[in-house]
């Protein structure tokens, strides 16, 4: 039975290929000619050069950090092109217009646009490598107020918009990759939704790194004004390069009075090969800031790829009776190493939090769950309840969890609870016993552990994660 | 039952096989035909559940010598979930617990794997439903069992119903039960055992194993085989099995001994 796993284990990355279109690179390195060019390049207003040079200056003064669960040689930075653009039309009015070699690309990555389009009612706002090629549904998103479009088209269509809520999250200081990510980002997502507008769709962005050696600075901002709600989805699949690809975005969410973002996402980047040659570096800032009152931002993460994964969705639970969720599944198998976890900061009244965490580590990955629960002085009747299961499939992986709580008002309830189970072949014994095969049998385990996490995902998003689930793992255990 | 038209399903022949490198079974012989319920008792240690799950293909056993034929193929040719498509069937002693997996979701593709390795349609959730419930009342099982995950939380007298129920699913050419009577009362007992009854025909053979006469006073075997250190010892009628109880394995044993010393 060992063999049939082991085969299953080292099964090649599925959407591994290159898309061969001509790209507009920056030569290697970083200092502040770079980011002029970049800043040039998009023909930015000189609030947004500000912003990006502040950065860097911050940037300068900060080191890399260290207290995360993850080994890796340290990444030359000047080593990285931080501008890479894929040489057409710079603007597309419909699907036809785009590259055929880029709609090809979707079609291997199983998103025919089109379709998805058509089916699911989702408006896609692709970004391939850093420059936004085309934006769907975006009319129709239109009539009801909403502006849904890449950070790009954002700075120039509505900077006053982006000028007031850039870097109020996350600010230009907030970490070492944030502030790399606010002095160098290219592109990215941008998101609207006025005073009491529903979202009438899903919206969803698919990322793709393309070019070698190419940093991704992604960097998106969602904003849902009073009684606005979104559900916006994330998904990411990367091609396989034997050198790493770091990818430092930054992500800021604000609801105000009464609003609701719900953010998913499905990450399967290239996790390098079973001996942990090549794969992405993801350092990801995403924070939510629940701003007014009874708002709502909830984070559901399905995280399979990368090399590693250093990404903590947080929120800061500012306005009265305001709530926070993060739902989360860690994957790692080969010789991944994912740091993941959440923060929630209570700071308004009655505010709620609930954090359901589940990792599975397979091969000889290392799998760790991090989070802070802080509640502050002013929290009174906060309350916070965390789940953190671990699961654990073959002998060599690791799985480890670091809760961090701090309760500084007594009216405060925090509840964690922590499991760690194994897939043993007595387990799968009995599945064949019934005539259940390894894969058939792992893949249903593990959608039994995850599942509380999966019926937070959008029906599309759940199905997909599913699948990507038994691809990353059926049969890893040894 | 035994009848004329019977066709053989499992031929052990000189089977020897070890676990840890220590030899369990030892140059054992077994013979089961169609339409057949055969007992085998022995003490703790004897080998007998051994004996199961190296017919069911456990990877913790490994086979040193012998051959087993299964309806004329060589059975160590099938993976284990190939052995189960092919209708050999084992009722766990232990049925493992799988969290979070629900019972329903386990039993409905264990099911349509199995019919779909014969031939036979696929059933979707809905139809299933109906299907499984007609099942559970053979057994007087509650359907809030088809909610609960695979056998966690279950009292021992529940997993073994789940046991039988999985056997009556997949209607298996072979069961083979090991120790199903441990940790059921009476009442449960009586019902397993009637489930058991109900399942057996002419083309399907069941092989019972356990430590106790009391199973066979609901289940009665046409065959009773002693087994002792890795081997068939002695084989008799459904009286041994009332005579074991009466007067103890080391009766056989003894007997066995004075036999040999007279060969």
Not at chain 1, 342 to 368: D, E, F, P
Not at chain 1, 419 to 439: M, N, V, W
Not at chain 2, 2 to 13: A, G
């Amino acid at each position: 039975m060992s063999q049939v796993l082991q085969n299953l284990v080292n099964r090649p990355y599925k959407h591994g290929f290159i898309t061969d279109i001509e790209s507009d690179v920056a030569p290697k390195g970083l200092d502040e000619d770079t980011i002029r060019m970049i800043s040039a390049k998009k023909s930015e207003p000189d609030w947004l050069l500000e912003f990006r040079l502040k950065s860097y200056q911050a940037w300068l003064k900060m080191a890399e950090p260290e207290w995360a669960n993850v080994h890796y040689p340290k990444i030359d930075l000047q080593a990285i092109s931080y501008y890479a653009a894929p040489k057409q039309k710079p603007k597309l009015n419909s699907m036809d217009e785009v590259d055929p070699e880029l709609l090809r690309t979707f079609e291997k990555l199983g998103v025919p646009l089109h379709e998805r389009m058509a089916l699911a009612g989702v408006a896609v706002d692709v970004v391939f490598d850093s420059v936004s090629v085309a934006t769907t549904y975006k009319a129709k998103l239109a009539e009801v107020g909403i502006i849904f479009c890449s950070m790009s088209e954002a700075v120039t269509e509505h900077p006053e918009l982006v000028q007031k809520y850039l870097g109020t999250v996350v600010p230009t200081g907030d970490n070492y990759f944030a502030a790399l990510n606010s002095a160098v980002f290219t592109d990215g997502s941008f998101c609207f939704i006025p005073k009491g507008v529903k979202c009438p769709m899903d919206l969803s962005t698919y990322f793709r790194i393309n070019t070698e050696e190419t940093g991704q600075f992604e960097r998106t901002l969602i904003i849902a004004e009073e009684g606005a709600s979104v559900s916006y989805l994330e998904g990411c699949t990367a091609p396989a390069f034997s050198s790493n690809q770091l990818h430092a975005a930054v992500v800021e969410l604000v609801a105000l009075d009464n609003a609701d973002i719900k953010y998913s996402t499905v990450q399967n980047w290239y996790a390098g090969d079973e001996k942990g040659v090549g794969g992405v570096y993801n350092f990801v800032t995403k924070r939510g800031l629940a701003k007014g009152v009874n708002s709502r931002i909830s984070w559901t993460q399905v995280e399979t790829g990368s090399a590693i994964t250093w990404k903590y969705p947080s929120v800061i639970l500012r306005g009265d009776n305001s709530v926070g969720e993060f739902y989360s599944v860690a994957v790692t198998n080969h010789l991944q190493q994912a740091d993941t976890g959440t923060k929630m900061i209570h700071l308004g009244k009655n505010t709620r939090s609930t954090i359901v965490s589940k990792g599975i580590s397979a091969g000889r990955s290392n799998n760790s769950y991090r989070g802070l629960v802080k509640i502050t002085p002013p929290a009174d009747g906060a309350r916070n309840y965390s789940q953190c299961d671990s699961m654990l499939i073959g002998e060599q992986s690791g799985a480890h969890t670091f809760p961090y709580i701090q309760v500084r008002n007594n009216s405060a309830q925090v509840e964690h609870e922590a499991s760690t189970s194994k897939i043993g072949e007595d387990q799968l014994f009995y599945f064949a016993q019934r005539g259940i095969d390894a894969e058939a049998a792992v893949s249903m385990i593990i959608n039994g552990f995850c599942k509380d996490v999966f019926q937070q995902l959008p029906m599309e998003f759940a199905v997909e994660a599913t699948q990507l689930l038994g691809l990353k793992l059926e049969g890893s255990v040894g | 039952m035994i009848h004329k038209d019977s066709k053989p399903i499992l031929e052990v022949r000189g089977l020897c096989a070890t676990v840890n490198g220590i030899e369990i079974l030892k140059d054992l012989d077994f013979t089961v035909r169609s339409g057949e319920v055969h007992a085998i008792m022995g003490p703790n240690g004897s080998g007998k559940s051994t004996f199961a799950k190296v017919l069911a293909g456990h990877t913790a056993y490994e086979v040193t010598a012998g051959s087993v034929l299964f309806e004329g193929n060589n059975l160590f040719e099938l993976e284990p979930d190939e052995r189960a498509r092919a209708g050999v069937f084992l009722a766990f002693q232990y049925p493992i617990e799988i969290p979070g997996v629900a019972n329903s979701q386990f039993l409905r593709l264990s099911y349509n794997t199995v019919q779909a390795q014969r031939g036979h349609e696929e059933l979707d959730p809905l139809e299933f439903d109906d299907f499984v419930r007609e099942k559970m009342k053979l057994l007087e099982m509650s359907p809030n069992f088809l909610d609960r995950s695979v056998n966690e939380g279950f009292s021992g007298g529940e997993k073994k119903r789940n046991e039988i129920l999985q056997m009556a699913l997949l209607d298996p050419r072979l069961a083979i039960l090991d120790e199903t009577d441990s940790g059921l009362d009476i009442d449960a007992l009586r019902v397993v055992s009637e489930g058991v009854n109900q399942l057996a025909n002419k083309d399907n053979a069941i092989v019972l194993v356990t430590h106790y006469q009391r199973l066979l006073n609901y289940i009665v075997p046409d065959f009773v085989h002693v087994m002792e250190a890795g081997r068939i010892i002695k084989t008799g009628g459904k009286e041994l099995a009332v005579e074991l109880e009466s007067r103890g394995y080391d009766w056989v044993g003894v007997e066995n001994k004075a036999t040999m010393a007279l060969s």
